[in-house]
């Protein structure tokens, strides 16, 4: 039993790694809205978070359904290609202003919201089986 939870605990642990390199990227994107800020950090952040996701996935979709780990995997994949749209982009003339870049925005605020709402589920449903 107590192999298990200890089992249980290191995927707890994991999440929550995730949950973290996520919310530092999202951190690390609203500076750049913000403050003209770089990109690379949130690049760097959402690779360290996808290989935690892929070292557990196989776990934690026995927890939450395959279904939600597919999704988060999409949501990922997706906030990563905006991300590396913006660095293309960012220097050319009058993209800031371009409705591109609005759409970029809104996109990214909506799939960084879903990946730490399901983050946080994947954590909460850990907790409760331990």
């Known amino acids: 039993m107590l192999s298990r939870i200890d089992f249980r605990i290191q995927y707890v642990f994991m999440t929550d790694m995730f949950t973290d390199e996520i ?16 990109l690379s950090d949130v690049l760097s952040h ?12 196989i776990e934690l979709g026995h927890v939450v359904g ?22 293309r982009k960012d220097n050319e003339p009058g993209f800031k202003s371009s409705e591109r870049f609005s759409e970029i925005s809104i996109a990214l605020r909506d799939y960084g919201s879903k990946i730490i709402e399901i983050a946080f589920d994947i954590s909460k449903k850990e907790h409760a089986l331990i």
């Not at 919310?23 to 770089?38: C, G, I, M």
């Not at 959402?46 to 996935?57: E, V, Y």
């Open 23 to 38: 919310q530092e990227a999202r951190r690390s994107e609203k500076n750049y809205f913000l403050y003209n800020s770089d």
């Open 46 to 57: 959402f690779r360290k978070a996808t290989n935690l996701l892929n070292q557990t996935s």
């Open 66 to 87: 395959r279904e939600e780990i597919n999704n988060i995997h999409q949501y990922v994949t997706k906030y990563q290609e905006l991300i590396e749209e913006l660095i």
